[in-house]
């Protein structure tokens, strides 16, 4: 999973400075679920499930309190009601709600159907998806009657107790204008109706279902064909016009991998958000091992968006290999109503972020520069986390405080992990191995269907790779010392340096240039902070109303839109603002002026190790 905290969530802080028929015989060996999206009633989906056959007197029916990837409890279940059972003849059989997910059914052996309806996810959030109980938004599930349905299977799909190994038949009606966007084969010809098979329940839950009215791309990297599907509101953006991006870094990517993946196909779904308030908030991707379900704002600029496809694809891309091929015990018979969580988030999450971010100086896409900033930019948000919590404790008791608050750093520290162990087997081998041959070599003693005991993998990496690396996980991963990351660069001739760099225009760290007033929603300068040179170039003062910026006018609809279009301004670019000064309207022209932030940064500074840092940075 990927989360981004897009600038919005900032801009906060400016207020306040066919259905299944109802008699019929159960199944022996088949859960059969149909899923009407034609019938939407009150914004909500009817469900009807047929069960296998059931031996017991009484069964329970759930759905997810938690999925694999999303490292949070989220109670898919309580978005659904009117949960209902019927026997052979229609008759209703009694039901008890247990919890927020579950359901117990009595007479069970008598039960040839359940019908329940689902409210989607996207209609209740209010925030960004952090620090507050909103779904995640590529987890979540999106009801829009006849323009877009997002399936994230778990949010509509529940599963019989002890029965998560009977194969699915699921059956997707829809309106003949939208199309199923999905990894999965669709045995069913109908244009109305889709027919998915899974082998069990994990499997379906693994595969998300995008409909909407056709807009995709399909190409073939290396022998895996890749489906980009789009669905974008006011049809701003198009599948073809983010491919070429995408297809360059997906193949940077599998070059990158070698022979680590064998999945023959890949969908990556994008949903475009609206940002009203009954749509999607939270930004960034889910990982599946065939597909990423991406959540971004529709008022991005192209530039920008390429820019976060890129962070959030290509991080979700390199779960192929961990966890999806390489996990512990936990996540292969993982409970999604009684979750235990694995020790090794920094794996799961980190080396794979690291990957996200190797294989673009790897394979050329940036340069040494650009790199090495990134990793000064985690080092320094890592700093803002607790840096002596054990990370292993962290992972294990990450659904609970204050264990939770610490989970965005596995982005951070856990990729800085990756890269301190990757430099340690690069210099023990002379340059000759590093991370992802330690990566392959597990993917070829554990794999998708044998995982490994989460208590004895640091015991593997060490036999696979040098003691020096089994000392830094017990001292810097499972123990609490903070990580020398100076020291473990100096080994491939890399040492800190400072350089400077363009800053936010209308943001000093969290603190904005700019307010709102809530009742006229005009934008203004504030009066209480000290102004960039941004404004003083233009000669902005406290108390302006910011009107227009080159014909666009803007006000708190669409604060998001200047927000996130200044970050794509360039030095000495044309500028022209219609104002509000004193009440009266005038216009300003003159040229951008960025402000300039003194960062923290690395460069190589030792010539005789540019052959370690060659083969770490190229290998």
């Given amino acids: 999973m990927k989360k981004i905290v897009y600038t919005l969530a900032l801009a906060i802080a400016f207020l306040s400075c066919k259905t299944g028929s109802t008699s019929g015989t159960a199944k022996t060996n088949t859960v059969d679920v149909n899923i009407n999206l034609i019938d939407v009633k009150e914004d909500k989906v009817l469900v009807t499930v047929i069960p296998p056959k059931i031996k017991t007197d009484e069964i329970i029916y759930s759905i997810p309190k938690t999925v694999p990837g999303t490292y949070s409890t989220d109670n898919y ?19 008890k709600r247990i919890d927020d997910n579950s359901w117990s059914v009595a007479n069970a052996k008598t039960l040839a159907k359940i019908t329940y309806l689902v409210g989607d996810t996207f209609d209740t959030e209010k925030g960004t998806g952090f620090g507050n109980d909103d779904v995640f938004s590529p987890a979540g599930t999106n009801i829009d009657a006849g323009k877009n349905f997002m399936l994230n299977t778990h949010g509509f799909v529940g599963y019989f107790q002890d029965k998560l190994d009977v194969p699915y038949k699921v059956t997707v009606t829809h309106p003949e204008t939208l199309w199923g966007a999905t990894s999965m084969n669709d045995d069913d010809a109908s244009n109305t109706s889709d027919v998915f098979v899974t082998p069990r329940y994990a ?7 995008m409909y909407s009215k056709p807009d995709y791309t399909t190409f073939n990297v290396n022998g895996m064909d890749i489906l980009i599907a789009v669905y ?12 070429p991006e995408m297809k360059t870094m997906m193949t940077a990517q599998k070059n990158f991998l070698g022979k680590v993946n064998a999945t023959k196909k890949y969908t990556v779904l994008l949903y475009l958000s609206s940002m009203a308030k009954d749509d999607a908030h939270g930004f960034g991707a889910l990982e599946h091992p065939t597909a990423t379900t991406v959540v971004l704002p529709e008022s991005m600029p192209k530039e920008k968006l390429v820019e976060s496809m890129k962070d959030v694809v290509s991080h979700e891309f390199f779960h192929i290999v961990t966890p ?9 018979y993982f409970d999604y109503n009684a979750p235990k969580m694995s020790e090794h988030l920094w794996m799961y999450e980190g080396v794979t972020e690291y990957f996200a ?11 040494e520069a650009e790199f090495y900033t990134r990793i000064a930019d985690k080092i320094e948000q890592a700093k803002g986390l607790n840096d002596t919590m054990s990370f292993t404790t962290m992972s294990k008791n990450v659904l609970e405080q204050p264990y939770k608050d610490q989970y965005l750093n596995v982005y951070q520290k ?3 992990i990756g890269m301190c162990i990757d430099i340690i087997i690069r210099e023990k081998s002379n340059g000759e191995r590093g991370i992802l041959d330690l990566m392959h070599k597990l993917s070829e003693e554990y794999g998708v269907e044998k995982p490994f005991n989460d208590n004895e993998l640091f015991d593997e990496i060490t036999k696979l790779t040098y003691p020096e690396v089994g000392e830094f996980l017990k001292t810097h991963v499972a123990g609490t010392t903070p990580i020398p990351y100076d020291t473990y660069l100096a080994k491939v001739g890399v040492s800190i340096a400072s350089e400077k760099a363009p800053g936010s225009i209308f943001l000093k760290g969290q603190v904005p240039y700019i307010a709102v007033d809530q009742k006229t929603k005009e934008i203004s300068v504030r009066p209480d902070i000290e102004l960039n040179p941004f404004f003083t170039n233009l000669n902005l003062k406290a108390g302006d109303v910011i009107l227009s910026i080159n014909n666009k006018p803007y006000s708190l609809a669409n604060i998001y839109d200047l927000i996130s279009e200044s970050e794509i301004w360039k030095e000495n670019d044309a500028v022209t603002l219609q104002i509000k000064r004193a009440g009266k ?3 300003i022209k003159g040229t951008i002026k960025l402000p300039y932030d003194e960062k923290e940064t690395f460069k190589a500074t ?3 190790k540019d052959k370690l840092k060659n083969a770490w940075l190229k290998g």
Avoid: R, W
């Avoid at 279940?77 to 039901?95: H, P």
């Avoid at 499997?203 to 279902?209: D, G, Q």
């Avoid at 999806?324 to 292969?332: D, G, N, W």
């Fill in 585 to 587: 309207e005038q216009t």
């Fill in 414 to 416: 856990g990729a800085l």
């Fill in 232 to 243: 974008s509101p006011t049809g701003k953006f198009t599948a073809e016009s983010i491919t």
């Fill in 357 to 367: 971010n190797l294989f673009q100086i790897n394979q050329g896409l940036i340069d």
């Fill in 324 to 332: 999806l091929t390489i996990h512990s015990k936990e996540i292969q």
């Fill in 606 to 608: 030792d010539a005789s």
């Fill in 203 to 209: 499997v379906l839950v693994e595969n998300p279902i």
């Fill in 77 to 95: 279940g309580k978005y659904s009601d009117d949960f209902k059972a019927f026997d052979a003849k229609g008759n209703v059989l009694a039901v």
